[in-house]
């Protein structure tokens, strides 16, 4: 930030009175907009830190400040994301949100079911029980939904050893 003196013409620079003016001025000015732009990172989930509450108690999420301010910033865009009627496409939208990865929601009508699919990672996702949570509150009451993702499967044939990516359904079928 510029300093207080410097927004002056030059000639009142030569002035020591306003000097010292604009010096103890610069402190307070600092700290206002120190204090302007923390707020303003509160407008936006991504940035918010104090805000959290505030933005969960928008979007009736119960507040856990032990957790880490990333996962509740998740919790709350989830949210945001959920809004409206479930499509297959605000589920993806909602599970790539979660999971920080590309999802892919695979649908089967016939048997009133869907599958969400982690096609960027390996492993089960983080806060997957939150996520879970999230889909049955969103979801058609009447579909049931699974997990599809990925991991590596390691096997010693021969003394060498050699990594598959084995694709896996989650055995749990979600229903409400």
């Known amino acids: ?105 695979i649908e089967h009508p016939q048997q009133y079911h869907f599958e969400v699919k982690f096609t960027g990672r390996l492993g089960t996702p983080p806060n997957l029980d939150d996520l879970t949570a999230t889909v049955k509150e969103i979801k058609p009451a009447h579909l049931t939904f699974g997990y599809l993702y990925s991991y590596l499967l390691i096997r010693d044939i021969h003394e060498t050893m050699t990594l598959e990516q084995i694709e896996t359904k989650t055995l749990d079928i979600f229903a409400f």
């Not at 009175?17 to 307070?28: G, S």
């Not at 707020?39 to 009736?60: I, N």
């Not at 032990?66 to 297959?88: D, F, H, L, V």
Request: glycine share 4%; proline share 5%.
């Open 1 to 105: 930030m510029r300093r207080l003196i410097d927004y002056l013409t030059p000639n009142y620079k030569d002035s020591p009175e306003t000097v010292d003016w604009q010096n103890a001025l610069q402190v307070p000015i600092e700290k206002l907009w120190a204090a302007r732009d923390d707020y303003f990172k509160q407008l936006d989930p991504m940035t918010a830190t104090w805000g959290l509450d505030l933005w969960e108690r928008t979007y009736g999420i119960k507040t856990d400040t032990t957790k880490p301010y990333e996962y509740r910033r998740t919790r709350i865009i989830s949210k945001m994301r959920g809004q409206g009627t479930a499509t297959a496409e605000m589920i993806r939208n909602v599970a790539a949100s979660f999971a920080d990865t590309e999802v892919e929601v």
